[in-house]
Every structure is written in C-alpha cells, then in structure tokens.
C-alpha cells in the first residue's frame, strides 16, 4: 500500500507496511488508539480521538490539502425532497463533525 504526500511542492509516494490492513476507518482508528501503528485517515474518523488525546497527529508537514465529499445522485432524483433533506443533512453534519 503507498501513501502520498506532498514534499517540497511535489507528490510522494511511500509504500507503508503494518500489522493490520482493513477497509474499515472505525476499526483501523481502534487499532491505533490500542497502539498498533500510525493511520492517515480523515478527521471525521479521528476527531473524537484527537480530542481526547487518544491519538495526536503525526507528519503534519506532510498534510494532503483536503478533499471534497460528494453526494452523487441520478440527475432526474435532483428536485426529490428526500434526496435534498439528505445531502442538506450530511453538509449540516459534516460540518459539525469538521468544526467541534
């Protein structure tokens, strides 16, 4: 598995190894707060950790600029009450989540 980062303004590559590798941000956000490595996951997943000193950051220099969330949806389902009280939700949440 690679992790990039940006390095004197261009793009890095670094193959990371440890002892665990899963899909899941939950469950590899637990196996660093019980000491089983380093994560780069997003502060969504970790905000709660950081905050309570669970976790600290680590290659801070190194930070991706951050990325975007998007709700994707068929074009016709654009004017569908339920999928505008959804994306307003997440955006409400997200932000919340980002901010605390």
Same mark, same amino acid.
Do not use: I, N, Y
């Given at each position: 598995? +690679?992790?990039e980062f940006a &390095?004197?303004? +261009? =793009?890095?590559?670094?193959? &990371?190894? $440890?002892? =665990? #590798?899963a899909n899941n941000g939950d469950l590899i956000r637990d196996a660093a707060v019980a000491g089983l490595g380093i994560v780069r996951l997003p502060d969504f997943i970790v905000a709660d950790a950081l #905050?309570? $000193?669970? =976790? &600290?950051? &680590?290659l801070d220099e190194f930070l991706p600029s951050p990325t975007g969330v998007y709700a994707v949806y068929p074009q016709h389902r654009q004017s569908s009450l339920t999928i505008r009280a959804f994306?307003?939700?997440l955006r409400k949440h997200l932000k919340k989540r980002l901010t605390a």
């Open positions: 598995m +690679a992790w &390095v004197d303004g +261009a =793009l890095k590559s670094f193959e &990371v190894q $440890g002892p =665990l #590798r #905050r309570s $000193g669970e =976790l &600290v950051t &680590v994306v307003d939700f």
